[in-house]
């Protein structure tokens, strides 16, 4: 292969590789390494519409990457975040709530809830330095007791930075490995782990074959960081607005101690860096004032 292999980092290339009907073997032996259910759960994966139902118009629209639903009905989301984000951790719980929500309809029971769960692949450590660990898997309990909350809600994160250089011998770990892979080499060395990996790692060097589907996991990607840059813009923008607000409201406090120190209003201006307009107005208050 004269070009690099596409990466499963990429959502084209990891809905082509996970969002299949005709591949969900690998899907199936990639939620075992992940999860803890029962081995009949994995019998009849079903890949749903990954788009969550919206009640208003108002709603936020929400995308998962790959939506599942098991032998018994649980819901599994499946998604790959390449860019950090500030607010991941609520949105993940928006997200895992609402495949909770939208489960109900009119005159159903709430009994008939199934569970939900998140699994978020991140190229970014979302826990920080808090955690070595690359798995999380949060659910909820009472921390003063240890009594669990009835297994209706669970999310799993997968902090690719935080993989070990060397193997922990886990199915888990070698799954991992293609979504960190880079050369040919690399991933022909990944494949020999398992049959499903090698199964993987073979879609992934045929979908890197076909130009079509590089132009369009290429055009992906593209988007991909032009939304990256414009969200860092507007946040530096948004500091850079702070700043300069901040910076103002400290000088017209300054010019409002000098105005009732009797300064002059030239004098101030002068002082300060303020316009003679800002510090005249702000004189006209304060007198306004007193």
């Known amino acids: 292969m004269n070009k690099e292999p596409l990466s499963p980092k990429n959502d084209f290339v990891f809905k082509q590789l996970f969002g299949e009907q005709k591949r969900l073997n690998l899907l199936q032996?990639?939620?075992?390494?992940?999860?803890?259910?029962?081995?009949?759960?994995?019998?009849?994966?079903?890949?749903?519409?990954?788009?969550?139902k919206r009640e208003h118009l108002t709603d936020k629209s929400s995308v998962l990457d790959v939506k599942i639903h098991t032998t018994n009905g649980k819901v599994i989301d499946v998604e790959i975040q390449v860019d950090s984000q500030d607010d991941m951790w609520e949105r993940v719980l928006y997200y895992t709530a609402k495949m909770t929500t939208e489960q109900l309809k009119s005159g159903y029971d709430y009994d008939l809830i199934k569970k939900v769960i998140s699994i978020i692949i991140l190229d970014w450590p979302m826990t920080g330095q808090e955690s070595?660990?690359?798995?999380?898997r949060f659910r909820l309990f009472d921390e003063r007791t240890g009594y669990r909350f009835p297994d209706l809600f669970e999310i799993n994160t997968l902090e690719l930075p935080k993989l070990p250089?060397?193997?922990d011998g886990t199915d888990l770990y070698n799954w991992l490995r293609i979504f960190t892979a880079k050369t040919e080499e690399e991933f022909t060395m990944i494949a020999k782990t398992s049959p499903e990996i090698s199964q993987a790692?073979?879609?992934i060097m045929e979908l890197s074959e076909d130009e079509q589907t590089r132009l369009q996991a290429e055009a992906r990607e593209k988007y991909r960081r032009d939304e990256a840059a414009r969200r860092k813009l507007a946040r530096r923008e948004g500091r850079d607005e702070g700043i300069q607000i901040g910076r103002q409201e400290g000088l017209l406090e300054v010019a409002k101690q000098l105005l009732i120190g009797k300064d002059s209003v030239e004098k101030v201006a002068k002082v300060t860096g303020l316009s003679l307009e800002e510090v005249q107005s702000l004189a006209a208050k304060l007198s306004v004032m007193n």
């Open 165 to 167: 250089r060397q193997s």
């Open 132 to 136: 070595t660990a690359y798995h999380h």
């Open 201 to 203: 790692v073979g879609v």
């Open 29 to 52: 032996s990639f939620l075992q390494s992940v999860l803890d259910l029962p081995k009949e759960e994995y019998s009849q994966l079903v890949v749903i519409d990954p788009f969550l």
